[in-house]
């Protein structure tokens, strides 16, 4: 078992950027694969980063570049760090746990409550 909680979001302009933050509770941290998705109004949920605790990375096409996905295994914690943000990047954002790197849903265990992101223009 493991528990998320998801900080970080906020509003920002345009351009602007944001470093979301992803506690996890429980003893196995490292075994998991740590994952991002969001799911922007009207929208359906969908895959953003993921990262090993080798730290080894997978990105969504569409995300790379702007986003960085990183985590320290002594925190039990993984980060998003997302610049240059634009509005269309308004979305909830969940952090979850899978024990592969992937960017399916269902293969992702525990998930986050999410944070809310708004990117104004």
């Known amino acids: 078992q493991v528990q998320l909680v998801e900080s970080g979001g906020g509003l920002v302009q345009a351009g602007g950027s944001l470093r979301l933050s992803c506690a996890a509770s429980?003893?196995?941290?490292?075994?998991?694969?740590m994952g991002w998705f969001r799911q922007a109004p009207g929208k359906e949920r969908e895959f953003v980063a993921a990262?090993?605790?080798?730290?080894?990375?997978y990105y969504a096409d569409n995300m790379k570049g702007r986003f960085t996905i990183s985590r320290d295994n002594a925190k039990n914690t993984v980060y998003l760090q997302m610049r240059s943000l634009k509005p269309e990047d308004t979305a909830v954002y969940y952090c979850?746990?899978?024990?592969?790197?992937?960017?399916?849903?269902?293969?992702?265990?525990?998930w986050g409550q999410g944070t809310q992101v708004t990117v104004s223009s």
């Open positions: 979850a746990a899978s024990y592969t790197l992937v960017s399916a849903q269902s293969q992702y265990n525990y």
């Open positions: 429980g003893r196995a941290f490292r075994a998991y694969v």
């Open positions: 990262i090993k605790w080798s730290e080894l990375t």
